[in-house]
């Protein structure tokens, strides 16, 4: 439940002023560092960063490369899943978990 609040703050941090689609993640380091992301948009969409990679992006650029799960929200009706390109970089870092919720608290 501590990784999906986390990424229900972080969600607030959105910059999304053209899909108006507003998502959070966090990011469970091995040490028990939580880092938190949100996606950043472009008016090129193709340079849009999501929050799960922004997170992730974040730990890295911070030393981390070790992570034990990772959550991610939005304003969905069901729980919000990371799209193709998150799930690439994920794979790289071999996160085993992957929390998927929405505001309403359904996981």
Known sequence: QKL????IVAREKTYSPYSHFGVGAALLCEDGAIYEG???ENASYGL????ERTAIFKAVSEGHTKFKALAV???????????????Q?????????II????KGDI
Do not use: H
């Open 89 to 97: 970089v994920m794979g790289e870092f071999n996160i085993p978990i």
């Open 100 to 103: 998927m919720g929405n505001l």
């Open 4 to 7: 999906i609040d986390r990424a």
């Open 38 to 40: 949100c996606n950043i």
């Open 48 to 51: 849009t960063n999501c929050a």
């Open 73 to 87: 929200v939005a304003d969905t009706e069901g729980p919000c899943a990371p799209c193709g390109a998150c799930r």
